[in-house]
């Protein structure tokens, strides 16, 4: 017996330690917690963005805080100070402008709370304050819109620009694209450039203010996504004018309604930026909460849609 009791501590110790071990197998895993910082509700674009995030985190049982920063950023540095006070396992932020971001950065790295930059690039000196950025090459959307124009035009030249909002990377990059590349064919002319912030109605009234100063000089529009393109077409049309022909219209995002839009040749050409960010994203945050390395920068590869390829591809767009 006191062999017995020599050994029991031990055995009971395994024992113990062999349930506490089956336990913690079984015990379900505590969900993730993931901050997520949205623009704004501007564009078709912005709601299937947001619709891919909020689907995924639902399908993966991760607990998404979500805050819609209705286009300021002062709501989203908010948002991300209120993420970190929460302690949230990570944060996303699809940033409306580049600049202005390294004191909530750094607040969030010395919280030692990962922070991934979605969609829009920030500008900062160090770039250890972000751990990866997921989204698309707007410098190379716009350079494969000014090249399409390019062999495109038949002898159109005389172009108008409707711009993103001020101060974002994806109107910074797809206005330096497009006029780099009109550099290297001077014989096109751009007569005016107007932000139209990139939503609809905007697109429509800058287009008609546009159409009231130049009239038929305008023989191009480049709008820097679908929405404002689409507004654009109902000012063109309310002028009398038809889209796609009078005017040709390249533009950006290839939402379904502009990718049906070229298939009926009143957008001509149109770039994608695909927004459906979901799973790479939480692929990418989990990979992080379990000390994995991933991508400092990765970008979606985009493609274009004009009047070669449209009309087959309106059925399977997603967005
Ligand atoms: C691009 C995204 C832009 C879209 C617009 O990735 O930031 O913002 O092109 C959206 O439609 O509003």
């Known amino acids: 017996m006191k062999n017995l009791l020599k050994f029991l501590p031990v055995a009971a110790i395994v024992a113990l330690t062999g349930l506490l071990s089956l336990r913690a197998a079984d015990a379900p895993k505590k969900p993730i917690t993931v901050g997520f910082a949205q623009t704004g509700a501007e ?34 540095l908010a948002a991300v100070r209120s993420f970190i006070a929460q302690r949230v396992d990570a944060i996303v932020i699809a ?52 090249e399409w124009l390019a062999k495109n035009a038949g002898g159109r030249v005389n172009i108008v620009e409707l711009q993103g909002e001020p101060g974002s990377a994806a109107a910074n990059d797809r206005k330096k694209a497009f006029a780099d590349g009109l550099a290297k064919h001077p014989e096109f002319k751009m007569l005016d450039s107007q932000t139209g912030n990139f939503r609809r109605a905007e697109g429509k009234t800058v287009m008609e203010a546009l159409l009231k100063k130049h009239g038929k000089n305008i023989q191009i529009l480049y709008a820097h996504n679908d929405d404002m393109a689409l507004g654009a077409i109902q000012a063109i049309e309310e002028a009398g004018l038809k889209p796609g022909k009078d005017i040709l219209i390249v533009t950006i995002d290839a939402i379904k309604e502009a990718v049906q839009a070229v298939a009926a040749g009143k957008i001509n050409c149109t770039v994608e930026c695909n927004p459906l960010f979901g799973p790479k994203i939480y692929d990418t945050v989990e990979k992080i909460l379990k000390g994995e390395t991933v991508p400092k920068f990765s970008s979606n590869k985009d493609e274009l849609f004009d009047s070669t390829n449209a009309t087959a591809a309106v059925p399977t767009r997603q967005y």
């Open 43 to 76: 564009s078709a674009w912005r709601t299937a963005n947001t619709k891919s995030l909020k689907d995924e985190a639902a399908q993966r049982g991760i607990n998404l805080k979500f805050s819609d920063g209705q286009s300021k950023q002062e709501n989203q």
């Open 95 to 146: 940033p409306i402008v580049e600049t202005g971001w390294e004191p909530v950065l750094a607040d969030a790295k010395k919280a030692k709370i990962p922070v991934v930059i979605m969609d829009r690039k920030v500008k900062v000196a160090d770039d250890s304050l972000f751990t990866a950025f997921i989204g698309s090459d707007f410098y190379e959307e716009g350079r494969m819109a000014v």
